[in-house]
């Protein structure tokens, strides 16, 4: 008989015990934080100086990277109104790499980064090459493509589109010796 007590008294206890547990844990429980994925949009490209042997076309044979020339980026939303724009400089080597910072992607098929946005010529530090041209929709907007790279972490994704190539051409190119 002192045995069953013994039992009732101890297991008595380990459901005190468990309760005491139970509310000391609900009270000071702090749930993580759950981290939002960011994603990112991010376009890059390439500006070079068109070749006079190639003017007045869209080859970019012997074409050569500027370094510090402005790119824009700009979105518009599904009113045509313009949602996002930024300009971007060249690095060293003619390479821009715009993140949109602040860029919203909607679920909207008509604000997706393929459809909104595109990327315009701005300037060029070069006096002997900075006429604005078309190649690649340059002057009015080249559209942007998905190639299928992205940047991935844990917190972290970038999905990355590329316009471009872009092209400045030379002011002034000396005329061709006919001979």
Not at 131 to 159: C, D, H, Q, T
Not at 163 to 169: D, E, Q, V, Y
């Amino acid at each position: 008989m002192a045995g069953n007590h013994l039992v009732l008294v101890i297991s008595a206890l380990l459901v005190l015990f468990s309760l005491a547990f139970a509310s000391v844990s609900a009270e000071g429980y702090v749930p993580t934080p759950t981290v939002e994925k960011k994603v990112d949009v991010v376009v890059e490209g390439m500006v070079y100086c068109q070749s006079c042997k190639y003017l007045g076309s869209w080859s970019l044979s012997e074409a050569k990277p500027i370094s510090s020339a402005k790119v824009s980026v700009i979105c518009n939303n599904g009113k045509d109104q313009i949602s996002y724009y930024k300009a971007f400089p060249t690095n060293d080597n003619g390479y821009f790499y715009a993140q949109l910072e602040g860029f919203k992607m909607n679920s909207c098929i008509w604000e997706h980064p393929l459809q909104s946005c595109h990327v315009r010529l701005v300037s060029s530090p070069l006096e002997n090459c900075s006429l604005i041209s078309n190649i690649n929709n340059g002057m009015y907007g080249a559209p942007l493509r998905f190639e299928k790279k992205k940047l991935v972490g844990s917190n972290y994704e970038a999905a990355i589109y590329a316009a471009g190539p872009l092209a400045f051409r030379p002011t002034d190119c000396p005329p061709e010796g006919h001979y």
